[in-house]
């Protein structure tokens, strides 16, 4: 069974139709790329998914589980966390602090533990702070760990917010244009760590312009154009698709876009 | 290597940062010791407001939501302890408690509802709250006796034992506020603590890692209140008398002058704020006329070269220590 599924997701703001009707599925440990000209619908895609609004029709589920107009923390609770086309960090924390945040999902515990600070509780903490130690080796973040998370460089603020959201232990990720605004080099660097993610066996939707990065780390492409999906498939498939072809380099379409 | 120095600095780091205040504090208390009755005063009000703003400060500052009707929890906490001590012969510790969990469901009941309101909105919607709760004191005279107030609180207390004198008193003033700074910095360094911080910082993000953000705004809120309330209970046995004027809007803007001199969001900052803007006129009264003038222009002096408040200049120190040593 799929880990995702889509099913007629359609959502509208009054007379448009940001999404309509879209339907696919994403298998677990799937790298899936989610692409489109702008405004297809890729965010709200992402939004309805992630539980920040419930789609006018259709249904979603993950893991079995119906999750379809659920509050966005529920899902994340579930599984199924994102990070933001426009970086969102708790800027004047530490960079540590921010991925320690990220363990929200997988640790326990509330105002009692914290005060009275029980054994379990204790060790808690010790493994939570070490694991973010290890999530910002494995960004490269390591040597930036004690620095306000708002004096990060661009790029480097991308590969934190993606450590943060891996804190989280994710079974599904989403990734919203995560290379948006990076140098070659910063992309390439993100397209490693993003690999490597994948292959430590976390399930991928990735929304993503930058077509280089796409075609190579891709597995499996969905296209959006004016929120319908028209094509699904590998990146070899899509790179050959007409109606593709059509909404990226212009076919009738574009006299009214 | 260097990750590893920077890291391993932390330890050493918080515990100097946590030393040092313990020890001005008290060295502060022991002045006041031996001190006039009138400088006890004015300190017992600085370690009374420290309470009230290291509780504001759960929601302000580590959340960083807006609240201006947090003195409506200290006027519950106030009368409440005034009412069962004076008319119904309570113990007062026992009065203190039973006015915290007063004020922690009131909070709740009134929480539940505004804090979806943001901002601005929700700033509007808890300054209603102090002004309702102040306009009650005023008008309910059967219960709060209105303008008159509430005098002949008996001083604080416990089984038979009363503290006479001010300076007892403002011992276990200064004890209870160290308490209620360390409750905050253990909060703030837990899981609990991080989920409210993650609000302050992006509610989008922590909703995303699965922050339940209604939740831990309540609670923030009813933390917040549960402080002030206490405050509100230690003041009226402090002075042995109350009158609504000392719960009103004036606790509020005096709240936030301490909140943000001191350093809001920060473990020491609520309670430094609190003894400077407390202290400072007194040290300006040979002044007269000008005595207001020069403390407004010290504050302003203060927010302008440490406009993260007194407590953040302690980590432009830490963070320096730490490059030296990322050098070395």
């Not at chain 1, 702008?38 to 895609?45: C, E, H, I, S, V």
């Not at chain 1, 397209?191 to 891709?218: C, F, N, P, W, Y």
Request: hydrophobic share 50%; charged share 15%.
């Amino acid at each position: 069974m799929a880990l995702l599924s889509v099913r007629e997701e359609t959502m509208r703001f009054g007379g448009l139709f940001a999404n309509q009707s879209i339907s696919f599925d994403v298998e677990e440990g799937e790298l899936l790329a989610v692409i489109g000209p702008n405004g297809a619908g890729k965010t709200t895609l992402f939004n309805v998914i992630s539980g920040f609004f419930p789609p006018t029709s259709g249904s979603i589920h993950f893991d079995g589980e119906e999750i379809t107009g659920k509050s966005s923390h529920h899902v994340a609770s579930a599984g199924l966390v994102r990070t933001y086309q426009l970086v969102q960090l708790f800027k004047q924390l530490t960079v540590a602090e921010n991925v320690e945040i990220g363990s929200h999902r997988v640790t326990r515990g509330g105002v009692f533990s914290a005060l009275f600070r029980p054994e379990w509780m204790r060790q808690q903490e010790k493994s939570v702070t070490e694991g973010a130690r290890d999530l910002l080796r494995f960004v490269g973040l390591e040597h930036q760990a004690d620095m306000m998370a708002d004096t990060l460089p661009y790029g480097r603020q991308r590969l934190l917010e993606v450590a943060r959201a891996l804190a989280a232990k994710p079974r599904l990720l989403l990734l919203d244009e995560p290379a948006a605004g990076l140098n070659t080099q910063e992309t390439e660097a993100l397209a490693e760590v993003i690999t490597r993610i994948h292959q430590a066996g976390t399930t991928i939707i990735l929304i993503e312009h930058d077509m280089s990065l796409i075609m190579k780390i891709a597995q499996r492409i969905v296209v959006l154009d004016f929120g319908k999906k028209i094509a699904e498939g590998t990146p070899d498939e899509i790179k050959a698709h007409p109606d593709v072809i059509a909404a990226y380099l212009g076919g009738t379409e574009t006299v009214d876009a | 290597m260097t990750s590893h120095v920077t890291t391993s600095i932390e330890p050493t780091g918080i515990r100097w940062q946590s030393i040092l205040p313990i020890v001005a504090v008290l060295a502060l208390a022991a002045v006041g010791f031996v001190s006039s009755d009138y400088i006890v005063t004015v300190l017992g009000f600085a370690f009374i407001y420290a309470i009230f703003c290291t509780g504001l400060n759960f929601f302000m500052g580590y959340t960083g939501q807006a609240s201006f009707g947090q003195s409506a929890f200290a006027a519950i906490g106030g009368y409440g302890s005034a009412i069962l001590c004076t008319d119904y012969g309570w113990e007062p510790l026992l009065a203190l408690f039973a006015t915290m969990v007063l004020s922690g469901v009131a909070a709740v009941l009134v929480g539940y509802p505004t804090l979806r309101l943001r901002g601005h909105y929700l700033a509007m919607a808890t300054f209603a709250l102090g002004l309702i709760v102040y306009e009650i004191t005023i008008e309910w005279t059967a219960l709060t006796q209105g303008y008159m107030g509430y005098s002949g609180v008996p001083p604080l207390g416990v089984a038979g034992f009363t503290l006479d004198t001010l300076k007892q008193q403002l011992v276990v003033l200064v004890v209870i506020s160290l308490i209620g700074v360390g409750i905050a910095a253990r909060l703030r360094q837990s899981r609990f603590g991080r989920a409210l911080a993650s609000i302050a910082g992006s509610e989008s993000a922590a909703r995303a890692l699965g922050v339940d953000i209604a939740r831990y705004k309540l609670i923030a809120f009813v933390i917040a209140a549960l402080y002030a309330s206490a405050a509100g209970s230690l003041f009226a046995h402090f002075v042995g008398f109350i009158s609504p004027e000392v719960y009103g809007t004036t606790m509020v803007i005096q709240s936030f002058a301490m909140l943000y001199l001191g350093g809001i969001g920060t473990m020491w900052g609520p309670m430094i704020g609190a003894i400077i803007v407390s202290i400072l006129p007194e040290t300006m009264r040979g002044l007269k006329e000008m005595q207001d003038i020069a403390y407004t222009a010290v504050l302003i002096l203060i927010l302008i070269f440490a406009p993260r408040g007194l407590a953040g200049l302690s980590v432009l120190f830490r963070r320096t220590r730490v490059r030296v040593l990322e050098k070395a």
